[in-house]
């Protein structure tokens, strides 16, 4: 079992940058894929960036893409998502996310694929 515990939330104004940390305790990285997920006021939550196991395999959303990149460091067992020229749009509840049946080189983009989630960290990009 894994507990995640997400951190570096805030307000920021559209264009800034903003980097999220994903802290673990229990298993390793290397035993999960990792993912990022964010839910917007009355939206459904949705898929942000996920890496794999090995670290070298990594995925985004469509909507993202470009702007924001995840990372892993194995030594400190922490995940990041490094959001840059932020939106309004972007404005979300972030969560991290953790899969232990992920294969070493897969990334997931289904919630129903994670089984661990962090408690979520608040991002606001205003206009």
């Known amino acids: 079992q894994v507990q995640l515990v997400e951190s570096g939330g805030g307000l920021v104004q559209a264009g800034d940058s903003l980097r999220l940390s994903c802290a673990a305790s229990?298993?390793?990285?290397?035993?999960?894929?990792m993912g990022w997920f964010r839910q917007a006021p009355g939206k459904e939550r949705e898929f942000v960036a996920a890496?794999?196991?090995?670290?070298?395999?990594?995925y985004y959303a469509d909507s993202v893409k470009g702007r924001f990149t995840i990372s892993s460091d194995y030594a400190k067992n922490t995940m990041y998502l490094q959001m840059n020229s932020l939106k309004p749009e972007d404005t979300a509840v972030y969560y991290c996310?953790?899969?232990?049946?992920?294969?070493?080189?897969?990334?997931?983009?289904?919630?129903?694929?994670?089984?661990?989630w962090g408690q979520g960290t608040q991002v606001t990009a205003s206009s």
């Open positions: 890496i794999s196991r090995s670290g070298g395999t990594t």
């Open positions: 996310a953790a899969a232990p049946r992920s294969g070493w080189a897969t990334v997931l983009t289904r919630e129903h694929e994670y089984d661990y």
């Open positions: 229990g298993r390793t990285f290397t035993t999960y894929g």
